[in-house]
T-cell receptor, first 111, second 115 residues
């Protein structure tokens, strides 16, 4: 069963913020939220992860709701190179943890 | 971070034959994984490659079809055996550097076409 639910696709204009939503209503207390993206013909790339606090790095920001049932990945200034499939994954961190990829959301950045 | 090299990057193979895919990492890593990505689909985990012991396979994948080796902490191979057109996919190697973090790095993949 899918642990996360994402829209199938969305688009945004170049230079604008892209806000990618993810629902994970059954998330457990020890599960993290991870985001990866896959640009066409490449392997997936790690973006960011968080447990309950909002996180920011050079690529993106991750906003997790207080009840942790949903999150939003924010690309502050989307470029054409950000066009990709974005995967939201919830996972327990540890030696036996495994990444299970859902269908993701296809982000298309238009000029 | 980790730099992962996969060979070959792509291949076209005859049905009934086998192909071995190599994954070389530029540093010693704790965990190595193999994924399959069928055309237009998401990634599916095949197995965890264990150093010095048999790989741990996910449901639906068996050792006879996808034998895996991991002789050391920087190298692993995946063999796709007795191939059929249904095995046409991208096969990806992935590594994790730490067990307390699920940040993973991926190779560029091997695009396999079986004819």
């Amino acid at each position: 069963d899918a642990k996360t639910t994402q829209p199938t696709s969305m688009d945004c204009a170049e230079g604008r913020a892209a806000n990618l939503p993810c629902n994970h209503s059954t998330i457990s207390g020890n599960e993290y939220v991870y985001w990866y993206r896959q640009i066409h013909s490449q392997g997936p790339q790690y973006i960011i992860h968080g447990l309950k606090n909002n996180e920011t790095n050079e690529m993106a920001s991750l906003i997790i709701t207080e009840d942790r049932k949903s999150s939003t990945l924010i690309l502050p200034h989307a470029t054409l190179r950000d066009t990709a499939v974005y995967y939201c994954i919830v996972v327990v961190t540890g030696a036996n943890s495994k990444l299970t990829f859902g269908k993701g959301i296809t982000l298309s950045v238009r000029p | 971070s980790a730099v992962i090299s996969q060979k070959p990057s792509r291949d076209i193979c005859q049905r009934g034959t086998s192909l071995t895919i190599q994954c070389q990492v530029d540093s010693q890593v704790t965990m190595m994984f193999w994924y399959r990505q069928q055309p237009g689909q998401s990634l599916t985990l095949i197995a965890t490659a264990n150093q010095g012991s048999e790989a741990t396979y996910e449901s639906g994948f068996v050792i006879d079809k996808f034998p895996i080796s991991r002789p050391n902490l920087t190298f692993s191979t995946l063999t796709v055996s007795n191939m059929s057109p249904e095995d046409s996919s991208i096969y990806l190697c992935s590594v994790r550097l730490r067990t307390d973090n699920t940040e993973a790095f991926f190779g560029q993949g091997t695009r396999l076409t079986v004819v």
